[in-house]
């Protein structure tokens, strides 16, 4: 397997994005583009730069894509990602217009686009917003002598790689030394990473945020038929069959659970993570259902009793896929990670926190969970109001659009704390 540094982070169970519709756009090579530009006074103009930007799926992008499709209607927003051929595409997602660089090759999974420097140095963004890790666009963003503020958005460290990481340590602390603020996703990531605690007194805390109103059910009829083919007492998981994730430590706990478990999701692990339900005698109350779609895992969440997130490592920075069990009142057993993870889903309040690569006190947890129909009710309630009240689009960009007033205001931002 090639070293990756691309899985890392936003908890990327993205197998489950329906593309957003996307239109083409004229070419302007030179100039950036403005939406919403009038003959009044100039709106901030802000410039992204990522790895990819959707159809493309990814976690990273995924939010990218959310966070900017709602900036737009404040103020000026482009972006630079590569695009998936060596071809130059320009093309407006949902208003978004996104200039897709023509990429040679992935070095560690990270696209090498050649023109990115140029495309940086041409744009006159007052704010450049760069996505990490993505170490090839932050060498760019540093030969191009941009003169824009930037902001990192700190997504994760590269956690399991840690060759690479050492070798990129002096790219590291350059880029941190230009950037006015960085973004974190939880105070538990500055804790537990030695480069944000470094520089605690730039970050500034900006949890992701999601559309709670699109996982509300579609019908009753999807999530009732799901209940019939798998229920009653139906455990679900959803996200990339990788390392980080932890699927093993479910299913073995799943010999002591009384119900059957749904896992949504594909990925390199997938014959391994069936060779163990095989070897732990489960094959009969777990389904693999593979790659799904936006609108059938909806079904799903709703369908279920407990969502579990068993991730057993601090590449799982946040647990997005919790965050959408939440949305759609779903009480969470996740893993006591040094990471977003438990301050998504809180232990006592909204769910279950156990001690990560612990398959029985997953399956204790899950247990509780499915025999108490009042402590089930009580945490979704409470995981659907946190969902809403802490983890919107809207608080996101309102706290996205607050640290662009300070770092414009003043050029940086204070001790980290939540807006």
Known sequence: MKPSIAGEGAAAHVLVRDPPVETAAPMRPIQPLRQGESAGPRQLNVLHLGKFYPPYRGG???????????????????????????????????????????????L???????????????????IVHLHLPNP??????????HKGRLVIAWHSDIVRQKTIAKMLRPLDDAILSRASALIASSPNNIDSSPILSRNRDRCRIIPYGIDADAFRPRDAETAEKIRKRYGPRIVLAVGRLVYYKGFEYLIRAMARVRGHLLLVGEG??????????FDAGVMDRITFLGRVSQEEVIGYYHAAD????????????????????????KPVVNTRLESGVPFVSLDGVTGLTVAPADS???????????????LRGKYGAAAARRARDEFSVEVMVDRTLELYRDVMANGGIGAASMP
């Open 268 to 277: 390199p692990l997938l014959q391994k993570l069936e060779r163990e339900a």
């Open 136 to 145: 090839l666009a932050a060498l760019a963003y540093l030969a191009s002598g």
């Open 60 to 106: 990273i992008e995924s939010h990218l894509h959310a966070l900017c499709r709602e900036l737009i209607k404040s103020i000026t927003v482009n972006v630079i990602v590569a695009n998936e051929t060596r071809r130059l595409r320009e093309s407006e997602i949902e208003g978004v217009r996104v200039r897709r660089l023509p990429r040679l090759f992935n």
């Open 306 to 329: 407990v969502f579990v997130l068993p991730s057993i490592a601090r590449s799982e920075a946040f647990g997005i896929a919790q965050l959408e069990a939440m949305a759609c009142g």
């Open 108 to 126: 560690w999974a990270t696209p090498i686009c050649p023109t990115m420097v140029r495309e940086i140095s041409r744009n006159d963004a007052d």
């Open 360 to 374: 029985d006190g997953l399956a204790a947890a899950i247990n509780l969970l499915l025999d108490d129909p009042r």
